[in-house]
């Protein structure tokens, strides 16, 4: 079956632009998250949205970052006036939601964005 | 809070050389905890995971234990293979809501 599809695969940008990362998470997971990744570190939280629940924001890391689930499905992570510290890979998971407490996330392949 | 440690890397082992990647957790409750492995130009996939005091996690010839006593979920295998080589962040999951929790990630490198 489908897995977590992320798109663009890559993108890259002139500081000072939006940009916007798409992710469609597996049919039926109502949990969707959002990470990001620079190189050599690990996992940073962003974001997660659980069905139709006000989302968890306390990873934004600044207010020029935002996202959204439209319908509980696709999500996009919008980034306005990037910056250079803004390269990174941004990764997006789902899983099951509440009822299934030892459900694993389920990444996709991540977006890979690149300001110049 | 909730948190997960894991060992830093980079480790570095010859081909079917015994790996130990130690993990350790801080949590309320009774979470789940995870193992997923990063290959190179890839995703995160999950590896193996274990819901409940000492069930052991197994998949590839990996293996981990929930070590409820010690808070311990640590990652072995018993002869590991160039096609290891990856980086493996150890998670747990709550026993209640949604918010996963990551280790830093160890970078292995196995070479033949």
């Known amino acids: 079956g489908a897995g977590v599809s992320q798109s663009p695969s890559n993108k890259v940008t002139e500081k000072g632009k939006d940009v916007e990362l798409r992710c469609d998470p597996i049919s039926g997971h109502t949990a969707l998250y959002w990470y990001r990744q620079s190189l050599g570190q690990g996992l940073e939280f962003l974001i997660y949205f659980q069905g139709n629940s006000a989302p968890d924001k306390s990873g934004l890391p600044s207010d020029r970052f935002s996202a959204e689930r439209t319908g509980g499905s696709v999500s996009t992570l919008t980034i306005q006036r990037t910056q250079q510290e803004d390269s990174a890979v941004y990764l997006c998971a789902s899983s099951l939601g509440n009822t299934a407490s030892n459900q694993p996330q389920h990444f996709g392949d991540g977006t890979r964005l690149s300001i110049l | 809070g909730n948190s997960v440690t894991q060992m830093e890397g980079p480790v570095t082992l010859s081909e079917e050389a015994f790996l130990t990647i130690n993990c350790t957790y801080t949590?309320?409750?009774?979470?789940?905890l995870f193992w997923y492995v990063q290959y190179p130009g890839e995703g995160l996939q999950l590896l193996l995971k274990a819901t409940k005091a000492d069930d052991k996690g197994s998949n590839k010839g990996f293996e981990a234990t929930y070590r409820k006593e010690t808070t311990s979920f640590h990652l072995e295998k018993g002869s590991v293979q160039v096609s290891d080589s990856a980086v493996y962040f150890c998670?747990?999951?709550?026993?209640?809501?949604?918010?996963?929790?990551f280790g830093t990630g160890t970078s292995l490198t196995v070479i033949p």
């Open positions: 998670a747990l999951r709550k026993g209640t809501g949604n918010q996963f929790y």
């Open positions: 949590a309320t409750g009774y979470p789940s």
